[in-house]
């Protein structure tokens, strides 16, 4: 909800469209507002990326990136490049082509997956799986993102996909030279590299695009969540020229895809009141700014026996619980220390994502006051559980 509950503005936008528009074919026709957020789009997303396509959420926006991926590879003359390398830890959504890309998929029920999906290491700086300090273990996980498609076969791989800062992963920032050298790696193998912003977008992480701070555009962005701040349910899949191009010097050769309720008008409706309100509010600033202060506070709760990291940017905020602060010894994310945490956070009115990392996520407006009641109250479950399972705490 990056621009708050609440927004009477956005319903009528909505209302509006619906009572003049509400909704025609995808397959021959676009509309005013999907046009014009389309053309809104290109202006504010990094670099070249210019040509949308859109669905109706975060999974069919990796599902979309995904087909675009290896619809090129084969357009461009190599069909056997159909493999994706998404990182352990990662979450890019439910459908059965992106959890096939996600590192918590359920073989028992849904295996098996999507062929030709392979993970390397996520950049982790807290536990370096490589024992290497801060942007050298970031580095060292570039490196094997390489080494991953060379073992593939680079002539197999049509795509590697990541969340900038991957909020299922645990939160981790990497060096920005991280995403630099996967940009040159990606090249150098002839492969695509697909951003999923769908948490990371719109303001999340102090900047429109969590891409902008690291310093390199991909090929492809999947964007959901704050497209339309949750009001409609929208996604895309945002492509630059060297993709669209491949599309265009084809004509006869259209895109295997088809989703009825794409570039929904009101959903394109909703998006564009959204966008609005981020620019007269200049909302991504003030996210940043507030960002700032939600970090400032957060690493106070490092007093705690059992907080053993804060990290994040902006708005994207996490604390890790462990259960040596030494040894960094994890909780598992199903320890009952865990269970515990969540519910008392809950009970005393903050709603949040808690299992050994507690996230904090708000929207763009939150305040500083509501940010001080966010920290105590993980202050007061903090000491509430430590208390409660001392002995579960080294250290
Ligand atoms: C990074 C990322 N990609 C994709 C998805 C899937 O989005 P949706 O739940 O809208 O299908 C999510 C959902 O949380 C996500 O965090």
């Known amino acids: 909800m990056n ?3 609440g927004r009477g503005e956005i319903a009528e936008a909505m209302a509006k469209q619906a009572a003049r528009l509400s909704y025609v074919s995808a397959v021959q026709y676009t509309t005013e507002p999907a046009a014009h957020l389309a053309h809104k789009l290109a202006e504010i997303t990094p670099g070249d990326l210019s040509r949308t396509y859109f669905c109706s959420g975060g999974s069919e926006a990796v599902e979309t990136a995904m087909k675009i991926a290896k619809q090129v590879q084969a357009m461009r003359g190599f069909p056997r490049r159909y493999k994706i390398i998404a990182r352990r830890g990662s979450y890019h959504g439910m459908t059965h082509g992106a959890m096939s890309l996600t590192a918590a998929r359920e073989e028992k029920f849904f295996g098996p997956f999507m062929y030709g999906v392979s993970y390397a290491p996520p950049p982790d700086q807290y536990r370096s799986p490589f024992e290497l300090e801060g942007e050298a273990s970031d580095i060292m996980a570039a490196k094997f993102v390489e080494q991953e498609i060379i073992s593939q076969g680079p002539e197999t791989v ?11 992963a645990g939160v981790h920032v990497p060096s920005p030279k991280y995403w630099q050298m996967l940009r040159k790696i990606c090249d150098r193998h002839g492969v695509l590299l697909i951003a999923d912003e769908v948490i990371n977008g719109f303001g999340r992480t102090g900047t429109m695009f969590a891409t902008e701070q690291f310093g390199f555009v991909p090929d492809i962005m999947t964007i959901a969540k704050g497209l339309t701040s949750g009001y409609m349910p929208m996604g895309a899949a945002i492509v630059g020229p060297k993709v669209f191009e491949v599309f265009e010097s084809q004509p006869d050769v259209p895109m295997g895809h088809l989703l009825t309720f794409g570039g929904h008008p009101v959903a394109a409706a909703a998006a564009l009141r959204n966008l609005e309100i981020f620019e007269d509010e200049d909302l991504v600033s003030r996210g940043a700014e507030m960002g700032v202060y939600l970090k400032e506070r957060l690493e106070e709760l490092r007093n705690h026996p059992s907080v053993g990291d804060v990290r994040g940017v902006g708005l994207l905020q996490a604390i890790e619980v ?62 509430e559980v430590e208390k409660e399972f001392a002995s579960d705490i080294e250290g």
């Open 158 to 168: 049509a795509a590697v996909i990541g969340e900038p800062i991957s909020s299922a």
């Open 322 to 383: 462990v259960k040596n602060k030494e040894t960094k010894t994890p909780f598992d994310k199903n320890d009952t220390f865990c269970k515990v945490l969540g519910q008392k956070v809950l009970e005393k009115g903050l709603i949040t994502r808690t299992w050994n990392i507690v996230h904090f996520a708000p929207p763009l407006v939150v305040t500083r006051d509501e940010i001080d009641r966010m920290v105590l109250t993980v202050d007061e479950s903090l000491t």
């Open 3 to 5: 621009a708050g509950h």
